[in-house]
């Protein structure tokens, strides 16, 4: 087949086989892919020359036979998709309890504190004051909020301490 006969089939089949390929595939993008795939082997193929006669039939079947390989692939694609999302949803579900639970064991932790304890570390760790406002509010000494943070942490160490990702969470979170 020669490069011109190969440009006149290409332009009179062309929109044709896209047509058909998308009533297949239902995407347009990829059924233009598919047609002009078809078109490369055709040119690529030794055999040409045989099925010069016989080109738009065999166009319209290759065309065909890919639409058929592309629909394969997407039901494979889409069940391993709904496979990863199930997957996916269970281990959000897990981390998220994992989540509540180690947020109830720190609020537990918390209350556990002294209640003066408990509000210079509320104040200083939620509230975001300084050492210094927290002084001010309270009417007492830097040096004693600074030391009911440091009972704070210690009880939380000692209560936390077989919750090591909890721990790292809150010298994270409260270090920062």
């Not at 997407?74 to 947020?103: A, G, P, Y």
Request: proline share 1%.
């Amino acid at each position: 087949m020669t490069k011109e006969a190969y440009n006149q089939l290409f332009e009179s089949s062309y929109s044709s086989l896209c047509n058909y390929a998308y009533a297949i595939v239902k995407d347009y993008d990829e059924a233009e892919d598919i047609v002009q795939g078809v078109f490369v082997n055709f040119w690529n193929n030794e055999n040409k020359e045989e099925i010069e006669a016989k080109a738009k039939h065999y166009l319209v079947r290759a065309v065909k036979f890919k639409c058929i390989d592309y629909q394969r692939k997407e039901v494979v694609k889409r069940k391993h998709e709904k496979e990863t999302l199930h997957v996916t949803d269970i281990w959000e579900e897990e981390e998220e309890s994992e989540n509540t639970r180690l947020k109830d064991t720190l609020m537990l932790a918390i209350s556990e504190l002294p209640e003066k304890t408990r509000a210079v570390f509320m104040m200083s760790k939620l509230d975001g004051l300084s050492y210094k406002e927290i002084a001010e509010e309270l009417e007492i000494s830097p040096k004693t909020v600074e030391n009911q943070m440091g009972r704070a942490f210690r009880h939380l160490r000692e209560k936390l301490a077989n919750y090591k990702e909890l721990l790292a969470f809150l010298l994270f979170l409260f270090f920062e």
